[in-house]
Nanobody, 125 residues
């Protein structure tokens, strides 16, 4: 059974930085990709960033492009999200996801087959 465990969330002031980590207990295959979503109360999870495992192709939500960076460690089956210039609007539970690589559906939360429990990120103004 796949388990994804996120860490690194916390409370930070606007303009600050955080680095999130996600560890998988299984090897990520070359035809798969990993992603970060975020969830706020009463809303569907929102796509934040994704990275393909084989080719390292990345995709970002427009509002985080230039502020967030997704990276991967293929040897450790981990992904990271470096978040800089954080804004109060970034406050959410950040979730890690794993799924089959797909350029069309990767921003849809229903595409992904495995999810972590999430880590809370709170940005104060």
């Amino acid at each position: 059974q796949v388990q994804l465990v996120e860490s690194g969330g916390g409370l930070v002031q606007a303009g600050g930085s955080l680095r999130l980590s996600c560890a998988s207990n299984v090897r990520i295959a070359s035809h798969e990709m990993m992603a970060w979503f975020r969830r706020t109360p009463g809303k569907e999870p929102e796509f934040v960033a994704s990275i393909s495992w084989r080719s390292d192709v990345m995709d970002y939500l427009e509002s985080v492009r230039g502020r967030f960076t997704i990276t991967r460690d293929t040897a450790k089956n981990m992904i990271f999200l470096q978040m800089d210039s954080l804004e109060p609007e970034d406050t959410a539970v950040y979730l890690c996801a794993k799924g089959i690589n797909n350029d069309v559906y990767r921003r849809r939360p229903d595409w992904w087959d495995s999810w972590g429990q999430g880590t809370q990120v709170t940005v104060s103004s």
